[in-house]
């Protein structure tokens, strides 16, 4: 079964920092682009950042360039989020994802970041 | 980085067809063929329906159907059935980036 379990979220205080971590298992994990998706609870969704599979394409919304860093790690099967200088509006849901094509097709159960002092 | 337009809600009652349109721009859904489509259940991960604008992942059901003209793309289900009841996201390439729409609450009446 395909399987993607993010971790790592928590109540930080603005200007800190957290990573994300996201294990996969049932699928060819080196195979895929990967993801990082957030949402504000009672809003959309907002795409954050993507990695090629072997790392070396990353992608990033422009409000969070320079602040965030993805990351993988083929032999465990991983990817992270590197999260520095946070803010108050970076509270979120924060979902990664597998790419199939254009869509991104296998989701974890989301993990909860939270900024405030 | 704008956010697609969706309609904030649509509604119909079972069997019947809705659509739902997700509006951008030549530097997002009219320049790339690499639109998708999410259904999110309150308290859930969202769940990928459409990608490539008109493919069907398996398992989703054929009553999902979506399809573009010019900057706008759209998401139709036929056979509307309770379980349909639930959020809609559009997404798209825009060049080194993807963006996601405003979503659309589809009610089942």
């Known amino acids: 079964d395909e399987q993607v379990v993010d971790s790592g979220g928590g109540l930080v205080q603005p200007g800190g920092s957290l990573r994300l971590s996201c294990a996969t298992s049932?699928?060819?994990?080196?195979?895929?682009?990967m993801t990082w998706v957030r949402q504000v609870p009672g809003k959309g969704l907002e795409w954050v950042a993507n990695?090629?599979?072997?790392?070396?394409?990353?992608y990033y919304m422009d409000s969070v360039k320079g602040r965030f860093t993805i990351s993988r790690d083929n032999a465990k099967n991983s990817q992270f989020l590197q999260m520095n200088s946070l803010r108050a509006e970076d509270t979120a849901v924060y979902y990664c994802?597998?790419?199939?094509?254009?869509?991104?097709?296998?989701w974890g159960q989301g993990t909860t970041v939270t900024v405030s002092s | 980085q704008s956010a697609l337009t969706q309609p904030r809600s649509v509604s119909g009652s079972p069997g019947q067809s809705v659509t739902i349109s997700c509006t951008g721009t030549?530097?997002?859904?009219?320049?790339?063929?690499?639109v998708s489509w999410y259904q999110q259940h309150p308290g859930k991960a969202p769940k990928l329906l459409i990608y490539?604008?008109?493919k069907r992942p398996s398992g989703v059901p054929d009553r999902f159907s979506g399809s573009k003209s010019g900057n706008t793309a759209s998401l139709t289900i036929s056979g509307l059935q309770a379980e349909d009841d639930a959020d809609y996201y559009c997404?798209?390439?825009?060049?080194?980036?993807?963006?996601f729409g405003t979503g659309t609450e589809v009610t089942v009446l």
């Open positions: 997404c798209s390439l825009a060049g080194a980036f993807y963006v």
């Open positions: 490539d604008v008109n």
């Open positions: 030549a530097s997002d859904v009219g320049g790339y063929n690499y």
């Open positions: 990695i090629n599979q072997d790392g070396s394409e990353k």
């Open positions: 994802a597998r790419f199939h094509y254009s869509g991104m097709d296998v």
């Open positions: 049932g699928f060819t994990f080196a195979g895929h682009w």
